[in-house]
């Protein structure tokens, strides 16, 4: 790293929902969280690509290959890299169990804190009732979200030659809806209900795009929200201790650095 910034460790990071292969994925502001952060485990909790959007259209920027070209080299440094398909990159089913270049792929597992916490990492749509239930619903309310999404990009780049922060008009529209409210107190209630079931002390997920910390449930219920909306991740420290960290709020305050590797590889390529 220029500058002589060094990049904070973590002992475990979970992300999921970056939807590479779309338009709405915040590739490149993750690219500058993967900079800053490092991590002995890191879990991808699902939906990191999205095949549902993929068949339709082909969109693969050059920002999302190094998204996982990033993801990759840190696994080449020793990071553990643990994948939990989700419902948009369900085709990864077919292969847990395995080892996909270094990364080991699985539905679901439990996770041990520094501090003795067993927590149940699992993407979650397997408690989604229209996923499991009525798969054609789950398309055509993907199709809407995608609408909500280009138009909450065209908002974002008017914000950001004003000069403001980042903020997903489509993600506090989905929170003003009292349906949705509901969907996500029915999601998280089946969440923790599993979480007992397997006697674990929390659960980690995604796939509803709503990062939240909960202690008041009985059973601590973590979400890591996505990088489309709130580009946020759950990092746990060294002692333990787990928060949410949301990247627009708190990229600002760093000093820009650039990743010297990365821009070698660059040179190579283009070359």
């Known amino acids: ?118 927590l149940l990492v699992i993407h979650g749509d397997q408690f989604d009732v229209v996923v499991r239930h009525a798969k054609w619903l789950a398309y055509l309310g993907d199709g809407a979200y995608e609408f909500a999404l280009a138009l909450n990009t065209v908002v974002s780049k008017i914000r950001r030659k004003l000069g403001f922060d980042y903020w997903s008009l489509s993600a506090w529209a989905k929170l003003k809806v009292k349906n949705a409210v509901s969907f996500i107190g029915a999601f998280e209630q089946a969440l923790i209900t599993e979480a007992r079931r397997v006697g674990a002390d929390g659960v980690v997920c995604g796939h509803i795009h709503h990062a939240t910390i909960r202690e008041d449930l009985g059973v601590r219920y973590i979400n890591t929200g996505d990088w489309v909306e709130s580009c946020t991740a759950i990092a746990e420290h060294h002692d333990g201790r787990l ?16 990743d010297e590797e990365q821009e070698s590889e660059a040179d190579q390529v283009a070359a």
């Open 1 to 118: 790293m220029s500058s002589g910034a060094a990049p904070r460790h973590l002992r475990t990071l979970f992300l999921s929902d970056i939807h590479l292969g779309t338009r709405g994925s915040q590739a490149d502001l993750l690219l500058d969280f993967l900079k800053w952060h490092d991590a002995e485990t890191i879990f991808l909790v699902g939906d990191i690509v999205d095949g549902w959007r993929l068949k339709r259209s082909w969109y693969w920027p050059q920002t999302h290959n190094d998204v996982v070209q990033k993801l990759l080299r840190k696994g080449r440094k020793g990071a553990r890299l643990i994948y939990l398909p989700g419902n948009h990159d369900e085709f990864l089913r077919d292969y847990l169990g395995t080892h996909l270049g270094g990364v080991e792929v699985v539905d679901r597992i439990v996770h041990e804190t520094a501090d003795g916490k067993r």
């Open 243 to 258: 928060e949410i960290l949301r990247w627009s709020v708190i990229a600002k305050d760093l000093p820009y650095i650039v």
